[in-house]
């Protein structure tokens, strides 16, 4: 069973137009800008497995404002880069919860070289944040699974 999924870009990449994706985005496994005005990291949001040292991982898009979105990249290759500050985000994946999770409140955390950032999410009303703070069982994970790759 997957222990880690996600999409390949942030929402928003999807709503555009198949021909002008190429001319408007640039796109990375882990950076995405549009438009020269949106601007969007990949990370990590953790959901701890009860009774276990193992999680389940989301990958999800932020988007971060173009300052964080400089400051970040400048620090991409940076050993020591884990003591920034978290960047404020927007959750920007669509996650297959009940609950939207686009637009989320979120805490970027830089991790150290070789790591992609660890997202919290700050909405705590959510579903996805009361995973993250309390952990899921295994049934859980693989209900997710499923709901994730078969609709």
Known sequence: ???CLGADAPALWYTLPEAERASRALLSSDQCVIDNEHFFVRGRILLPIVESDDSFIWLAWVSLSAKNFKRMSELWDTDGREAEHPYFGWLQSALPYAEST???KTA???????????IEIKSEEHQLATEQIRGISMARVQEIVERALHG
């Open 1 to 3: 069973m997957p222990m």
């Open 102 to 104: 686009l637009s989320l």
């Open 108 to 118: 970027v955390h830089t991790m150290p070289l070789g790591e992609r950032p660890e």
